[in-house]
């Protein structure tokens, strides 16, 4: 079964410092998500991506996020100065078309900024 | 109001009771309305969704209940088993174009043997 894929499992790092998180979608989806869970809250929507471009993104997608398809099969979320605030689990989704269809979720990438 | 209130917060279920997880929303602009499960250490998986022109969806021991009027719908899981324990979030989406949903904070689903 086609399933979306986030690497790595875990990333730890220190405040300052900047982060990748990648993202394998499934390969036949065009529509492609960020979502962050801080431990023990709830799932919260981060940025949506579609045709090579920002969709929608939420309040909490400010100026040190950006996301990226820099080839046909990986989508990336990069924090450029982590504060410790960002600590959660982030993980990447991706629909086959928009509107309300179903989303996969990945398995998550656990984000420890120190 | 994109806000989804989900309760209760835990629940703890006998094998074989039912347990009833209760969602409710402001935005009547939500028409699509999935329950995702979540197992420690993974990802959420969407469990059974229902769009607002039906009252009821089943799908095995998973129903759906939906109240278009009172903006509530309630996940009702039958014969609950251990293996459903588990964290349940509802949640909700416009027709906007881009499925982005909107979670409600989450039932943790302890079912005792």
């Known amino acids: 079964e086609p399933e979306v894929t986030q690497t790595p499992s875990h990333q730890v790092t220190q405040m300052g410092q900047e982060v990748i998180l990648r993202c394998v979608p499934i390969?036949?989806?065009?529509?492609f998500y960020w979502y962050r869970q801080i431990l023990g809250q709830k799932v919260e929507f981060l940025v949506s991506?579609?045709?090579?471009?920002?969709?929608?993104k939420s309040e909490i997608f400010d100026d040190q996020f950006s996301v990226e398809r820099p080839d046909g099969s990986n989508f990336t979320l990069k924090i450029r100065s982590t504060k410790l605030e960002d600590s959660a689990m982030y993980f990447c989704?991706?629909?086959?078309?928009?509107?309300?269809?179903?989303?996969?979720f990945g398995q998550g990438t656990r984000l420890t900024v120190v | 109001q994109q806000q989804v209130k989900q309760s209760p917060q835990s629940l703890i279920v006998q094998k074989g009771g039912i347990s009833i997880i209760n969602c409710a929303y402001e935005?009547?602009?939500?028409?699509?309305f999935p329950w995702y499960q979540q197992f420690p250490g993974k990802g959420p998986a969407l469990l059974i969704a229902?769009?607002?022109?039906?009252s009821e969806k089943k799908e095995g021991r998973f129903t759906i209940s939906f109240n278009k009027s009172a903006k509530q719908f309630s996940l009702h899981i039958m014969d609950s088993q251990p293996g459903d324990s588990a964290t349940y979030f509802c949640a909700a989406s416009d027709d906007s174009g881009y499925s982005t949903l909107t979670f409600g904070k989450g039932t943790m689903l302890l079912v005792s043997p």
């Open positions: 229902i769009r607002p022109d039906v």
């Open positions: 390969s036949n989806h065009l529509y």
């Open positions: 935005n009547t602009a939500f028409d699509y």
């Open positions: 989704a991706s629909s086959e078309k928009g509107g309300n269809t179903e989303a996969f």
């Open positions: 991506f579609y045709n090579n471009e920002i969709s929608e």
